[in-house]
């Protein structure tokens, strides 16, 4: 998204508009939606008697990201298409001035959008859920976990580096749209037997258990000299 979609703009009509400036949909749509899911659309779906539990967000969140991608994906198809420079338009530009397809950049506003409601019901949930099902003294792992989930984005967005040129970014969004609708429906078929544990796991008793080193550790050891030190002076 950060890259692809930023270039993608630059070979569109952008009127007045900077190509880099489109990309901040993203974050404007986040703090937008954010509010109205709260206080609108997850209250109105429990009042229709909807229940769209964590499980259920986090799939919606990947059927919405794989839709990004393939709205990206026709995007692109159309720039090539109507481009005077065909599939080669990203090198053609440089040297050439009418190379730009005749489709508004604000079209991306699909891509950007779902990419940012994808967010809200996936990342969202997902940090929400590993902190509130975590007992007190596993939140900061859990929470660590969870986040590593970027790291893998991350190694998957490099292996598809190859495909981030032309005449392959049809390829590229589409093979991205893919992999996130598989793995919406790989994630539902695991963890789908959560939802019916969901008011089971939330009513759980809060554990007292805190956790601790053995005995022998640093803290330890100056916990058992001070208290020696008490016991000697009070002669026991």
Do not use: H
């Not at 995007?75 to 397809?101: H, V």
């Not at 991205?176 to 609708?181: F, P």
């Amino acid at each position: 998204m950060t890259n692809n979609l930023v270039s993608q703009a630059n070979t569109m009509n952008l009127g007045k508009t900077p190509n880099d400036i489109v990309s901040k949909l993203n974050p404007i749509f986040i703090v937008i939606l954010i509010p109205i899911m709260d206080f609108l659309i997850y209250p109105g779906l429990r009042k229709a008697g909807v229940n769209l539990s964590p499980i259920k967000k986090i799939t919606a969140g990947f059927a919405l990201s794989s839709f990004a991608m393939v709205s990206a994906c026709v995007i692109q198809y159309f720039i090539y298409k109507m481009s005077a420079c065909g599939d080669n338009i990203n090198a053609l530009s440089k040297t050439r001035d009418d190379c730009s397809a005749d489709i508004s950049v604000w079209v991306q506003v699909f891509p950007y959008g779902l990419i940012g409601m994808s967010e809200i019901l996936a990342s969202i949930t997902k940090l929400e859920y590993a902190y509130t099902k975590a007992p007190n003294n596993m939140k900061s792992t859990i929470q660590a976990v969870a986040l590593s989930t970027s790291a893998v984005s991350a190694a998957l967005g490099q292996a598809f580096v190859s495909l981030s040129e032309d005449p392959l970014l049809v390829w590229n969004y589409g093979s991205v749209a893919v992999i996130a609708m598989f793995g919406g429906i790989g994630f539902y078929m695991t963890f789908r037997k959560a939802d019916a544990q969901e008011d089971a796991m939330n009513n759980m008793k809060e554990s007292k258990y805190i956790g601790g080193r053995e005995v022998g550790d640093a803290e330890n050891v100056e916990t058992l000299s001070v208290r020696d030190v008490k016991n000697e002076k009070s002669g026991l």
